[in-house]
């Protein structure tokens, strides 16, 4: 049972990676289709090097799912099963676990110490999610390159830290691989995506520490690694991160990714304009009843279970109320809701800024994009809502996820919907001085030659200069737009200003891509 979490502290952010900056003064064709034999993504260097952990929870492998069908932005070095506080497999032993506090505590209830908990005996869901992956591979390179291949990603599954909640005290395959991947001598950061607990990355990063402390390289590898290493997680599901990876490795990055809407509260959370994107009607539509994936995502009244007999997964049954399902000794934190519609997907905010829509909100925690941001966005009401920072791009994150789910099922590139190319011209980071114009132009195309409608804005909550900033904008040609406006007086040397360019083809599902600008003034 994943709910937000109170964040810890965050280490004083730093850039995560030099600013992403390109000379963009070509005119851009129409992308031509992939196919299966010249698809090309990114290359591996040039994609975020990826380690994702995941517990047995049903909103995990939803959120599987969708990094599958966005595995062409990411390099994926391993995909590894994970303990937390509220899911854990044991010893196989029989030996007893109990943390205070933890969900079987609560409730009135008093169940451990337990051997396990809520962990099903051969759990293999991430091995099942790649079996399915397998299955819509074909398609999926039919509409993009750089698809890893599957046999690649089953090599890839490996078992952390699984045996007990929070346990840190001895090495598993999935924290020798982190512990690698971090000591390695490869470019970049490597970022460390997890929706279970952090019991093991804590167990690499105690290892390295453990070899290296008391030797002169010590100095040079912390330094490494804590520039090396981002942790981005939904919160710190097992203690692991307060106790152990803050006092021991404080200058890692942890970013906090804990969000509403894409878990269990998403109802409480979802903008009026976006609800129906939670509903039974649009679920099945795109998700559930498109392929072998939508088989595989988790729906309210799915009749299915994670753990045969979990008293906390009541989300399978439909047409019962919550004091029936209490009636049949369910734990009932979360009240039912119309069959086929959406449960969860509590942990893909922590992967949504990394994805390469143009929104560039991997740079830093505070830029932003698809997964929120480390601060509050002031909503439509005027309020300041650390919600909204997630919620306002719902809508169009749903779309895209609706249109990859139908390259599974599409064998042919024309007949589903590709998001327009969003290109502006020049560097994407500048140095302005006040009282400078600044004109910025860009290029929109459609890969499927659908129309594309463009608009410039300023990110204000992203921005650190504290106004509003007039924009002129102009369509000097059939695929240009240009935004003209000057730099405040009264900004501050050192303040930013973020303008942001996004383009909406008007295909089905309509599809938005982004290019955002960040401007440094100068003194």
């Given at each position: 049972?994943?709910?937000?979490?109170?964040?810890?502290?965050?280490?004083?952010?730093?850039?995560?990676?030099?600013?992403?900056?390109?000379?963009?003064?070509?005119?851009?064709?129409?992308?031509?289709?992939?196919?299966?034999?010249?698809?090309?993504?990114?290359?591996?260097?040039?994609?975020?090097?990826?380690?994702?952990?995941?517990?047995?929870?049903?909103?995990?492998?939803?959120?599987?799912?969708?990094?599958l069908l966005y595995g062409n932005e990411?390099?994926?070095?391993?995909?590894?099963?994970?303990?937390?506080?509220?899911?854990?497999?044991?010893?196989?032993?029989?030996?007893?676990?109990?943390?205070?506090?933890?969900?079987?505590?609560?409730?009135?209830?008093?169940?451990?110490?337990?051997?396990?908990?809520?962990?099903?005996?051969?759990?293999?869901?991430?091995?099942?999610?790649?079996?399915?992956?397998?299955?819509?591979?074909?398609?999926?390179?039919?509409?993009?390159?750089?698809?890893?291949?599957?046999?690649?990603?089953?090599?890839?599954?490996?078992?952390?830290?699984?045996?007990?909640?929070?346990?840190?005290?001895?090495?598993?395959?999935?924290?020798?691989?982190?512990?690698?991947?971090?000591?390695?001598?490869?470019?970049?950061p490597v970022y460390l995506l997890t929706?279970?607990?952090?019991?093991?990355?804590?167990?690499?990063?105690?290892?390295?520490?453990?070899?290296?402390?008391?030797?002169?390289?010590?100095?040079?590898?912390?330094?490494?690694?804590?520039?090396?290493?981002?942790?981005?997680?939904?919160?710190?599901?097992?203690?692991?991160?307060?106790?152990?990876?803050?006092?021991?490795?404080?200058?890692?990055?942890?970013?906090?990714?804990?969000?509403?809407?894409?878990?269990?509260?998403?109802?409480?959370?979802?903008?009026?304009?976006?609800?129906?994107?939670?509903?039974?009607?649009?679920?099945?539509?795109?998700?559930?009843?498109?392929?072998?994936?939508?088989?595989?995502?988790?729906?309210?009244?799915?009749?299915?279970?994670?753990?045969?007999?979990?008293?906390?997964?009541?989300?399978?049954?439909?047409?019962?109320?919550?004091?029936?399902?209490?009636?049949?000794?369910?734990?009932?934190?979360?009240?039912?809701?119309?069959?086929?519609?959406?449960?969860?997907?509590?942990?893909?905010?922590?992967?949504?800024?990394?994805?390469?829509?143009?929104?560039?909100?991997?740079?830093?925690?505070?830029?932003?994009?698809?997964?929120?941001?480390?601060?509050?966005?002031?909503?439509?009401?005027?309020?300041?809502?650390?919600?909204?920072?997630?919620?306002?791009?719902?809508?169009?994150?749903?779309?895209?996820?609706?249109?990859?789910?139908?390259?599974?099922?599409?064998?042919?590139?024309?007949?589903?919907?590709?998001?327009?190319?969003?290109?502006?011209?020049?560097?994407?980071?500048?140095?302005?001085?006040?009282?400078?114009?600044?004109?910025?132009?860009?290029?929109?195309?459609?890969?499927?030659?659908?129309?594309?409608?463009?608009?410039?804005?300023?990110?204000?909550?992203?921005?650190?200069?504290?106004?509003?900033?007039?924009?002129?904008?102009?369509?000097?040609?059939?695929?240009?737009?240009?935004?003209?406006?000057?730099?405040?007086?009264?900004?501050?040397?050192?303040?930013?200003?973020?303008?942001?360019?996004?383009?909406?083809?008007?295909?089905?599902?309509?599809?938005?891509?982004?290019?955002?600008?960040?401007?440094?003034?100068?003194?």
């Amino acid at each position: 049972m994943k709910q937000a979490v109170a964040s810890p502290r965050t280490p004083q952010r730093r850039k995560a990676i030099p600013a992403l900056a390109a000379a963009l003064l070509c005119a851009l064709a129409p992308a031509s289709p992939a196919t299966a034999d010249d698809a090309r993504g990114p290359g591996d260097d040039e994609r975020p090097r990826v380690i994702l952990m995941h517990d047995p929870e049903l909103d995990d492998q939803n959120t599987l799912i969708r990094y599958l069908l966005y595995g062409n932005e990411f390099n994926t070095e391993a995909l590894i099963y994970a303990s937390s506080g509220v899911h854990w497999a044991g010893d196989g032993k029989g030996t007893k676990w109990f943390v205070p506090g933890r969900e079987y505590t609560r409730f009135g209830l008093n169940l451990c110490p337990c051997a396990s908990w809520r962990w099903k005996p051969g759990e293999r869901f991430i091995h099942e999610a790649v079996d399915i992956y397998e299955r819509v591979y074909p398609n999926l390179r039919t509409h993009a390159g750089g698809y890893p291949d599957p046999r690649q990603l089953k090599s890839r599954i490996l078992n952390g830290n699984i045996e007990f909640d929070g346990d840190i005290s001895k090495d598993s395959p999935g924290s020798d691989l982190i512990k690698r991947s971090l000591l390695d001598n490869r470019p970049g950061p490597v970022y460390l995506l997890t929706g279970a607990g952090q019991s093991t990355i804590a167990r690499a990063l105690k290892s390295i520490k453990d070899q290296y402390e008391n030797t002169p390289q010590w100095p040079a590898v912390y330094k490494k690694v804590s520039q090396k290493a981002i942790i981005q997680s939904f919160g710190d599901q097992d203690d692991a991160y307060a106790k152990y990876i803050e006092p021991n490795w404080p200058d890692i990055e942890f970013r906090q990714m804990a969000t509403q809407i894409w878990g269990y509260g998403a109802r409480s959370a979802v903008l009026p304009e976006d609800a129906g994107y939670l509903s039974a009607a649009w679920t099945k539509a795109n998700v559930s009843q498109v392929g072998p994936f939508g088989e595989f995502y988790r729906v309210w009244g799915d009749g299915k279970q994670m753990v045969p007999g979990d008293i906390f997964d009541h989300f399978g049954f439909s047409g019962l109320t919550s004091e029936q399902l209490r009636a049949m000794g369910y734990v009932v934190w979360t009240p039912p809701q119309e069959k086929g519609s959406w449960i969860s997907e509590g942990d893909t905010s922590i992967f949504m800024n990394l994805l390469d829509n143009g929104l560039r909100g991997h740079v830093d925690a505070s830029y932003g994009g698809w997964g929120g941001r480390s601060g509050s966005d002031v909503d439509p009401g005027g309020t300041p809502s650390a919600d909204y920072a997630s919620t306002r791009w719902f809508g169009a994150a749903q779309d895209d996820f609706s249109a990859r789910m139908k390259w599974t099922v599409t064998p042919r590139y024309f007949a589903a919907n590709h998001r327009p190319s969003v290109k502006v011209i020049g560097q994407l980071d500048r140095s302005v001085r006040r009282g400078q114009v600044v004109t910025l132009v860009g290029r929109t195309a459609d890969p499927d030659r659908n129309a594309v409608t463009s608009k410039w804005w300023q990110y204000t909550d992203a921005d650190t200069y504290p106004g509003a900033v007039p924009l002129t904008q102009s369509s000097p040609g059939r695929d240009l737009t240009k935004v003209q406006f000057r730099v405040p007086g009264d900004a501050e040397p050192g303040q930013t200003i973020h303008v942001v360019l996004q383009s909406t083809d008007d295909g089905s599902p309509a599809l938005t891509s982004y290019q955002r600008v960040v401007l440094t003034v100068t003194g």
